[in-house]
């Protein structure tokens, strides 16, 4: 199985890759992380996006706040498909990040999730992963049935939680 390379430009951005982390962990995809930033270390971060593919890895996710450039330079220094995660900064709630993350030139494309997304980056990765990939499509396929099936049970006691007014 390919592995996921996840780059965030600070430690800080670790509570968001958590999510990332936990999730390919429980679908069973390796993964390898760094914190490489795209403005004080831009050969590190270069070097793992350029070599990425011969060492293994199917896509790439990078967390950023702020500037949030991390994204665009790893998906510039690479074919394969890149996840930025936008993350949130102490001014404008990750509307900056999210909008340096989603506004990529023509012909380097950065998939976008939402400022924090660090889940839904991972299952998209396995998504990508699962293109080539039955036993990952499977277990993708069975999340989302086990998913479905919280809400409805969910949705089954509803109506006793907001007692008998509601249904008048």
Known sequence: MKKVGIVMGSDSDLPVIRKA???LTALGIPYEA???SAH???EQARDFAVNARKKGFGVMIAAAGMAAHLAGA??????????GIPCQGPLLDGLDALLSTVQMPS?????TVAVGGGANAALLAAQILAVE???LAQKLADKR?????AVLAKD???MDRLGETASK
């Open 21 to 23: 982390t936990d999730m």
């Open 34 to 36: 760094h914190v490489f």
């Open 40 to 42: 004080r270390t831009p």
């Open 74 to 83: 790893v998906a510039a220094n690479t074919t394969l498909p890149v996840i």
């Open 107 to 111: 012909g380097i494309p950065v998939a």
């Open 133 to 135: 990939d039955e036993a």
């Open 145 to 149: 049935r086990k998913d479905a099936e």
């Open 156 to 158: 089954a006691g509803i």
